[in-house]
């Protein structure tokens, strides 16, 4: 579990095509506190960590993760936001992040609003019905509020948020542009009782 407050960006130095991806990702972490086996959300996916050293980590990447996650991610010299899992005790400044990715989403446009920066995201059916105006999201792991949501052609969701100061800086949505794929996690919450309701409906 995590909570969609990111405590680092790394950077992927290498990656080496196997059966999987392997990505060698550089952070600042204290790696003696990071033990191998060691989940660590990477732009909103969960990966494990197979592999370390003093500044950097190793993860594997599966074919059914890269195809579920925003293209062009998994590349040598992209930027990463890092969160490590949260321990019993932690404080919960975000909401509850699993690390599974929903749905892909296009940021749309990007709009200065006083010292803050609105951006708004055109994304799919898979992901529309969980989306509401003042609940929570997390967008390349980055625990976030939504503002307004509306509806989009063929069955997709339309909706913005705010970046403050100090989110964008301290994430890679400080040079956010239109055009940028991000990877979406719906609350949890929706999740299970979009479950339910799917459930109840079929016995119905």
């Known amino acids: 579990m995590f909570t969609g407050i990111v405590t680092d960006i790394g950077r992927i130095e290498a990656v080496e095509a196997r059966g999987d991806l392997r990505l060698r990702i550089g952070c600042g ?5 990071v033990d191998l086996g060691a ?30 996650t925003a293209p062009g991610l998994w590349v ?5 936001n890092l969160e490590r899992a949260l321990k019993v005790g932690d404080e919960l400044g975000g ?3 699993t690390g599974h990715v929903d749905g892909i989403g296009e940021i749309v446009a990007v709009d200065a609003i006083g010292d803050s920066t609105r951006i708004a995201i055109l994304a799919g059916a898979e ?9 929570s999201i997390a967008l ?5 509020t939504l503002n307004e949501v509306g509806n989009a052609p063929d069955g997709g969701v339309r909706f913005t948020l705010n970046l403050i100061p100090h989110t964008a800086g301290q994430t890679t949505f400080g040079d956010v542009t239109a055009g940028r794929r991000v990877n979406i996690e719906i609350d949890i919450l929706a999740r299970y009782l ?4 799917e459930q109840r409906a079929a016995v119905v």
């Open 29 to 33: 972490y204290d790696m003696a506190t």
């Open 39 to 68: 989940s660590i959300a990477c732009s909103g996916v969960c990966l494990t960590v197979v592999d370390k050293g003093e500044d950097w980590f190793a993860v594997d990447v599966s074919a059914e993760t890269q195809s579920r």
């Open 76 to 80: 040598e010299g992209s930027r990463l």
């Open 95 to 97: 909401h509850i992040v």
């Open 127 to 135: 992901v529309a019905p969980y989306v509401a105006s003042k609940g």
């Open 140 to 144: 390349d792991g980055v625990s976030l």
């Open 194 to 197: 979009g479950r339910m309701m």
